[in-house]
């Protein structure tokens, strides 16, 4: 197990498995069976992983690229995909047999209509992988729904629930929140089926 900072273990009651929770900052990649958790709004999620060794790891970024000498590397999506690709590497996954899913950057806030944080993630990641040459096999970025996911990395498949809009508040508050957190306190660090 390797992350930027620790990650909420708990067991899911929806699918009965062993999880992890990934807040914004945070990547993890796993080898043991463990279900990766998030919510989006703005930030992007990109799911990899092996098939061959049936491994994987999820990251989840709030921003599409800034300096790593902040404190928080994982907030930037150019340093959040190279620790974990780094980290898959680490465990044997071949850079030539990655393949990713990727969620998110949803325009939640309403406020922000002039090249809003939600579509810029969901380009750096597009742009990313194409210059990687990691194939998409699923996508679901914009919009304006925030996400729930759930990856199972040993089998790659990925449930999606949009969240209704009333949970919009509640995602761009924690976003927030981990914002405001970093600036003061910097650290290192329905239902869809993807097949």
């Known amino acids: 197990m390797s992350t930027a900072a620790p990650v909420l273990r708990y067991q899911d ?38 098939p061959l060794l049936r491994i994987g790891g999820m990251n989840h970024f709030m921003l599409p690229d800034g300096s790593a000498l902040d404190g928080a590397p994982a907030r930037y999506g150019s340093h959040a995909m190279e620790l974990l690709i780094n980290d898959l590497l680490k465990r044997g996954a071949s ?66 629930q949009r969240l209704p809009h009333a949970h919009d508040a509640e995602v761009a508050a924690a976003e927030s929140a981990a914002r405001d957190a970093l600036s003061r306190n910097p650290r290192s660090g329905g239902v869809e089926l993807f097949r």
Not at 33 to 49: D, K, N
Not at 120 to 139: D, K, T
């Open 13 to 50: 009651a929806r699918f009965q498995v062993p999880a992890a929770k990934l807040m914004p900052t945070q990547y993890l990649a796993v080898d043991d069976g463990t279900t990766l958790v998030t919510v989006l709004g703005s930030c992007v999620a990109a799911c990899l992983r092996d």
């Open 95 to 160: 850079r030539r047999r990655l393949e990713a899913k990727v969620f998110g950057g949803a325009n939640v806030l309403r406020g922000f209509t002039s090249n809003p944080v939600g579509s810029r993630n969901a380009a750096f990641i597009n742009a990313y992988l194409e210059a990687e040459g990691i194939p998409v096999l699923a996508s679901d970025l914009g919009g304006i729904h925030p996400r729930k996911i759930w990856f199972f990395p040993d089998t790659g498949r990925v449930m999606l």
